[in-house]
């Protein structure tokens, strides 16, 4: 089955860096398109990044210049690089698959992380 497994968040001072991770397993890892989205309490759930299956990303605005997006296919892994961090990046960060690019652009993504919490003082 789909597995989505996030890990790297933690406690930074506003200005640090983090890096999360998603490793993925039980299915096609380079043909999906991957996001990270994040949710702070008592807001709705954005999307911050999207990489598709060509290695297109595009970004929210509120973390282009500071948040980098890739993947390494052989592991089957995603990476949110996150510098100049600040306290609003504070929230509950998570990875998420969608079968298509189509699917991806479309909203409609089919499998979820629990979740790897990032905050930043």
């Known amino acids: 089955h789909v597995q989505l497994v ?7 001072q506003a200005g640090g860096s983090l890096r999360l991770s998603c490793a993925a397993s039980g299915y096609t890892y380079s043909s999906y398109c991957m996001g990270w989205f994040r949710q702070a309490p008592g807001k709705e759930r954005e999307g911050v990044a999207a990489i598709d299956s060509d290695g297109s990303t595009s970004y929210a605005d509120s973390v282009k210049g500071r948040f980098t997006i890739s993947q390494d296919n052989a592991k089957n892994t995603l990476y949110l690089q996150m ?22 652009y479309s909203g409609s993504w089919s499998y979820w992380g629990q979740g790897t919490q990032v905050t930043v003082s």
């Open 6 to 12: 996030e890990s790297g968040g933690g406690s930074v």
């Open 83 to 104: 510098n100049s961090l600040k306290p609003e990046d504070t929230a509950m960060y998570y990875c998420a698959a969608a079968p298509t690019d189509y699917d991806c």
